[in-house]
């Protein structure tokens, strides 16, 4: 709401408030007091009516009462009553008529005997016949004032006092009168207003109120009854002795008055001093009018005035308001003119004050705002080509994805067309992917494959030949994924294909990183390794078969030259011994060959065995070392043996140790001349055991010590020499030593000597299974 | 006199054999296969037999099961000789009960006949 309207309505809202609060004031103590003035009033008048009444009343006794007590009267009613003389009546008329005459009200007058009989009177009526018996007899005893019921509407009143002579009762004087005092005292109004009058009532013969003349608003002619029954008519109270003020009954008319009543118990009369409410009222009502004018009045003047006091404090608020929307529409050099000293005027001193300000802020604002408009345009630019090369990008990315894309759909197909099996299985070893070659070797279609665990489909086991035994052989996925590295079936690895069959397979399983590194799954290749085994069984059985073959023949050449040599068959001469020896030899050589050969074939195929036993290993070296020295000794060689101390049993394959030490044993000494020395050393360091073994013979020639290991090799240094080998024994060493996750290396010097060294972990060899073991070799 | 039964198919071999166990003073008997090694050893119960393994036939394996499981010749001792390089038969050849399992071409002579001697050192010679 705006200002002016808001102080405008405080203002009338106080005002009103103000003005009500005033009227009511006013009214109630105004009015109460006008009220209270007209109870005083009534109050006073009737004060004032029933002294009257009272004053009338004794007058009229006093008056009555001298005239019973007129000495000649009384001795005419005594001289009456004693002679019932007709004279004295007569007297006593003229004295009646005297009595009328001595007062201008007195109507008629009678006098009335000890019974109450009229004697004599003014008129000729029986007097006593018109009044109340009860009023006779009382007027035996005292002197009365009453009113003479009659049908005039104005009413009489009789007086009637007791004549006694030596008080002794002779009579009554009985004077008809007009009320006439009382009369004006129901006509006076004074201070009564208009709807204000006395009331004088008494009760009448049948108990009713009557009036004593017809009161101000009635007809003068009817004489007012009112029944008894109308309790709440003022004159109905008062005669019920009902005195004071009374402000709620009602008059002869119905009207609302305010009455004082008041009983004049002398005369029985009631008196009533009355005023309409609504006359009482008027004042009020007038000055209701006139407050509510008043009030009116004043409403339209602060209305005026707050209309104006409004627009004095609103105008400079609307001035500076609609400076403000000038302002800040931009048009800065809006002046704002209020010069009143007031605190408006100060607001708009601040207010120029402040819209300086503005102005100059506004510049320096409108200065950055271009600067930073110029950077913008700048950034925008810049940004632009950033746009542009982003874009650049993406369509790079694009042409990646869609190489990508093609990639994979490249790999795909490769993946399909691979010919080996390619199955992918999660961390969870679940199967997500394969190529067509698993359903073809295993027989499951890819509904049965994809998605499950993959070892609840590919049984993957061990089988070995000549045995019943089935083992689970999926370690190698497992390990694949535990430790990122490439695993390897372990050979014979055979899987058991829908239908139950058992399929040889071979290849390997590899761990699958994402980018991170991490392993998420594994890759596993296998082949149809039926026919490799197949093979394999095939060329181990021509070994097994052709080594037989070359053995038998040399067996026999073996035993026949042996019992030749031992003089079975007769002695033989020194020459016969050294040419049989040397058949011996020879056959030895070639005994000796197909053994290295039949080792050097089960290398190859991989199928040697591995068994380890718990071996003391320095008591197996004693025991080889021992098999050297005949050679040793032939040649004069010196072997000497160093054990630690501390070595423990080995787990190791005893057969396979054996060779070693043979082999290496047997080069040392074989490769030393006459008087060397070979030294056999078995030391421990963590986490192998160290086998060295040191000559002094003819040493490795350098340019020759990378072939040392090859089949069938031999140094040229020692083929001049002679000296035999086969050429496989290091070849078998090596071969030994590797699979038993050991290792071999030796140092050597042409004409110096050699040493080999050998380790073999200390927790020894693995187990293999293999369907052979190795050969003896010499 | 010890017994001894060489059940051989290679003539050379048997003969060599044979010419030496002679020389030892053992009564020699010969067969020249698995199924009349049998008869022969059922007959003649020989106090050791030496038995090749690879023989047309009846091989030394399926002779030596028959041998264990009769009950006259179950305690009869045992030598199998071969020149096959399978020495998993060495494993079955222990199984079936068999004593020793040799090479030929690596076993000379005279060990056997250390060996033989030893096991029949308990036999009375006659």
Redesign the interface.
């Known amino acids: 709401m705006k200002i002016r309207n808001k102080i405008l309505l405080y203002f009338l809202i106080i005002t009103f408030c103000s003005v009500l609060i005033i009227i009511a004031d006013s009214f109630y103590n105004v009015d109460s007091n006008i009220v209270k003035n007209a109870e005083s009033k009534l109050e006073a008048i009737a004060t004032i009516q029933e002294n009257r009444i009272d004053s009338e009343i004794n007058n009229h006794k006093i008056q009555v009462g001298l005239v019973a007590n007129r000495t000649s009267l009384t001795d005419d009613v005594v001289n009456f009553n004693t002679s019932k003389d007709s004279k004295y009546r007569d007297s006593l008329k003229i004295r009646a008529e005297d009595v009328k005459g001595s007062v201008t009200d007195y109507k008629a007058v009678y006098i009335l005997d000890q019974n109450g009989k009229t004697i004599t009177g003014t008129d000729s009526q029986k007097i006593e016949e018109k009044i109340d018996p009860q009023k006779i007899i009382f007027a035996k005893e005292k002197k009365q004032v009453f009113i003479f019921e009659s049908e005039n509407a104005a009413k009489d009143m009789v007086l009637t006092a007791p004549i006694s002579r030596d008080g002794k009762f002779q009579g009554i004087v009985l004077i008809v009168t007009e009320a006439g005092e009382i009369q004006n005292i129901m006509t006076d109004y004074s201070g009564l207003g208009e709807t204000g009058e006395t009331i004088v009532a008494f009760i009448d013969q049948n108990g009713d109120a009557e009036y004593v003349r017809p009161p101000r608003f009635a007809n003068q002619d009817s004489q007012i009854t009112i029944p008894k029954e109308q309790t709440n008519v003022a004159a109905i109270r008062s005669l019920n002795k009902e005195e004071g003020l009374i402000k709620n009954s009602v008059d002869y008319r119905d009207h609302p008055v305010y009455a004082v009543t008041e009983y004049i118990d002398d005369v029985d009369w009631g008196l009533v001093v009355k005023i309409d409410k609504a006359e009482l009222y008027r004042p009020i009502f007038s000055h209701a009018i006139q407050l509510g004018v008043l009030g009116s009045v004043m409403i339209v003047l602060i209305v005026i005035v707050s209309f104006f006091l409004a627009n004095i404090i609103a105008k400079p608020i609307e001035i500076l308001r609609s400076g403000a929307e000038e302002i800040t529409k931009g048009n800065l050099n809006y002046n704002i003119s209020i010069d009143s000293k007031d605190e408006i005027g100060a607001l708009s001193q601040s207010f120029k004050t402040m819209m300086q300000a503005i102005i100059d802020s506004r510049a320096e604002v409108d200065k950055k705002v271009q600067n930073q408009t110029n950077e913008i345009v700048a950034k925008q630019e810049y940004l632009h080509d950033q746009q542009k090369a982003v874009l650049n990008i993406l369509e790079d990315v694009e042409e990646e994805r869609n190489l990508t894309a093609q990639e994979k759909d490249k790999v795909e197909t490769i993946l399909q067309s691979i010919g080996d099996a390619v199955f992918v299985v999660d961390y969870d070893l679940k199967i997500i992917l394969i190529n067509p070659v698993v359903i073809d070797i295993s027989g499951f279609s890819a509904a049965e494959l994809v998605g499950k665990k993959y070892s609840d489909v590919l049984r993957f086991i061990y089988e070995v030949e000549n045995s019943k035994i089935e083992k689970v052989n999926d370690k190698f996925i497992k390990e694949a994924i535990e430790t990122g590295q490439v695993q390897e079936m372990s050979n014979h690895t055979v899987l058991i294909d829908k239908e139950g069959k058992h399929i040889p397979v071979a290849d390997s399983a590899a761990p699958l990183k994402n980018k991170q590194g991490d392993i998420v799954g594994c890759v596993v290749v296998f082949r149809d390794a039926s026919k490799e085994y197949a093979i394999d069984k095939a060329k181990t059985e021509f070994v097994s078969l052709a080594s037989h073959q070359l053995r038998t023949p040399l067996s026999a050449i073996n035993w026949y030259a042996e019992m030749i040599i031992n003089g079975d068959v007769g002695k033989l001469t020194e020459e016969q011994t050294k040419y049989m020896q040397e058949i011996y030899k020879g056959n030895q050589r070639m005994i000796n060959l197909v053994n290295a050969l039949l080792d050097v074939s089960r290398i190859e195929l991989g199928t040697f065995a591995i068994s380890p036993e718990k071996i003391n290993i320095v008591s197996l070296a004693r025991d080889l070392v021992k098999e050297i020295k005949l050679l040793a000794d032939q040649k004069k060689i010196l072997i000497n043996e160093s054990y630690d101390k501390s070595l423990p049993e080995i787990s190791a394959d005893p057969k396979l140790l054996q060779i070693i030490f043979q082999n290496l044993l047997s080069n040392a000494v074989k490769y030393t001349p006459n008087k060397g020395r070979v030294t056999l050393t078995i030391t421990k360091k963590e986490p192998n055991i160290i086998i060295e073994v040191k000559d002094t013979g003819y040493g490795i020639p350098k340019a020759q010590q990378g072939r040392i290991y090859e089949k069938l090799f031999r140094a040229d240094n020692v083929r001049v020499k002679d000296t035999e080998g086969t050429g496989l024994g290091l070849y078998i060493v090596k071969a030994i030593v590797e699979q038993a996750n050991g290792k071999i290396s030796f140092i050597s010097k042409e004409n110096m000597g050699t040493t080999f060294r050998v380790e073999i972990p200390l927790k020894g060899m693995p187990k293999k299974q293999g369907s052979k073991a190795l050969e003896d070799i010499k | 006199m010890a017994k001894v039964l060489i059940i051989e198919d ?1 003539t ?2 048997r003969e ?2 044979t ?2 166990l002679k ?1 030892e003073k053992f009564e020699v008997l010969g067969a020249k296969s698995g199924a009349e090694g049998l008869e022969v050893a059922k007959a003649q119960k020989p106090n050791l037999i030496l038995l090749d393994i ?1 023989m047309p036939g009846m091989n030394g394996l399926d002779v030596l099961k028959e041998i264990k499981s009769n009950a006259g010749l179950m305690n009869t001792v045992v030598i199998m000789l071969t ?6 038969a ?1 494993e079955k050849v222990k199984e079936l009960g068999g004593n020793e399992y040799l ?4 076993t ?3 060990e056997l006949v250390v060996k033989i001697k030893k096991y029949l050192a308990n036999v009375p010679e006659e």
Do not use: H
Request: net charge neutral.
């Open positions: 290679e050379p071999l060599a054999l010419l030496k020389r690879m020149n096959l390089p399978e020495e998993s060495k090479v030929k071409s690596n000379p002579l005279e």
